[in-house]
């Protein structure tokens, strides 16, 4: 059988199989090992591309960020993060969902994952706005909208799957993302204000100063955990994977020190947390597979081929690059995707001369963006579930986020610096 039909097997049975319902790892790995058989290979070849692609240190900090995450909604510390929102921003118009997207940019500073804040925040989040006017609807959209800066600002998962696959400098990268991750959650909340005046909710009066004083007093000691991770990790002390173990470790402290959490209780959180890790892990292991088949069919050479010769500049690059991304974040895990396209995505790269750093923040924006785009959207699946409402009016809700992000996007690719100021300023020009 030719390459060609190889890739179309490839790529027209995973198709097949997501059509069918299939869970995403199974049709990864389904699709692989027919091509693998197809092309008289070892099936067993799967089984070992899928322990190696797990048997790599750098990943490592995806399950302990996520149970530092989950560690912390657990033992009630979202409600300090809460508390605190409320004072700093609660007085704007459109406080409870001012406080919902403000909460939800202190909490991607220790998650890294974005349905984690959505589950988190939502159950307290929406029924909240619900009660204080708002639609369930706009509830649910804005809790799903406003969790992915968990994809977004460092120590993002997605960010630590792309450092993994490329060499680029894990600090630089986690610097890329403060602005962007702030710029999301800066729009969101101007959405919050403008909903909340079309629908005639009022401002709440400004919180007094030892009030404020008080919110930064109860969360004096878990702000430590993302001052810790980002401290460390730019002042090169130790690795993201040494970092998610620290993080860990310092929220038992905090937990335990705050009498939160009975230590009867850790065992359950763990097992929690550990089923929370294997459905995603197994993804990756199937990805890299999969990502590893792409590879060896020469797909990335094949798209490098379809426009080399062609000066289409970096800005359509990008542009090309968001169109892939976007398009396959419909059906697919950001994860998964990165692993599987980000091979092509630095072929075209090469073709046309796009900088490392940008191209990576566009990559995740985008991933991050398939969490609220159907039929996939992982989060607005949760939040629609919280606040019991059907999906279509989820989805109508969170068109205006998705636009806001595609937008955000765009000015990424049109100006750069919004990506390269901060690591060019604290760690020079690469």
Partial sequence: MSEA?????????????????VPLAVGLATAT???????????????????????????????????????????NITDRF?????????HIRGGIAQVNVFCSMMFATVSGTATADTAGMGSMMIPAMVRRGYSPGFSAAITAASSTMGAIIPPSVLMIVYGSLTNISMSRLF????????????????????????MGVEPTPRARAPEVLQAFRRCLLPLGVPVIIFGGILSAVFTPTEAGVIAVAYTLVVIVLLRSIRLNQLPQIARDAALMV????????????????????????????????RDIGPTAGLLLIVAIFFTVGLFIDGVPAMI????????????VGIDPLQMAM?????????LITPPFGLCILIAGSIAKVPMPVVIRETMPFVLAMLLLILALILFPQIVLFLPDLIMGAA
């Avoid at 809460?82 to 609660?90: F, N």
């Avoid at 610097?175 to 079309?198: D, E, N, T, Y």
């Fill in 5 to 21: 039909w190889l890739v179309v097997l490839l790529f027209g049975s995973l198709c097949t199989l997501l059509f069918l319902r």
């Fill in 33 to 75: 090992m027919l091509t693998i058989m197809c092309t008289g290979m070892p099936p067993m070849l799967l089984v070992e591309r899928m322990y190696a692609a797990l048997n790599y240190f750098p990943l490592l900090a995806i399950p302990f960020f996520i149970l530092a995450g989950y560690l912390m909604n657990q033992g």
């Fill in 82 to 90: 809460i508390d605190l929102a409320q004072v700093l921003v609660g």
């Fill in 175 to 198: 610097l890329a993302g403060f602005i962007p991750g702030a710029l999301v959650g800066i729009s969101q909340m101007a959405m919050a204000w403008f909903m909340a005046k079309r």
């Fill in 278 to 309: 294997s459905l995603p892990t197994f993804a990756i292991a199937a990805a890299v597979a999969f990502g590893w088949m792409v590879a060896y069919l020469q797909v990335p050479e094949m798209v490098a081929g379809l426009i080399g010769g």
């Fill in 340 to 351: 599987i396209f980000l091979p092509i995505a630095q072929q075209i790269a090469a073709s």
């Fill in 362 to 370: 566009v990559i995740v924006m985008t991933a991050a963006l398939g």
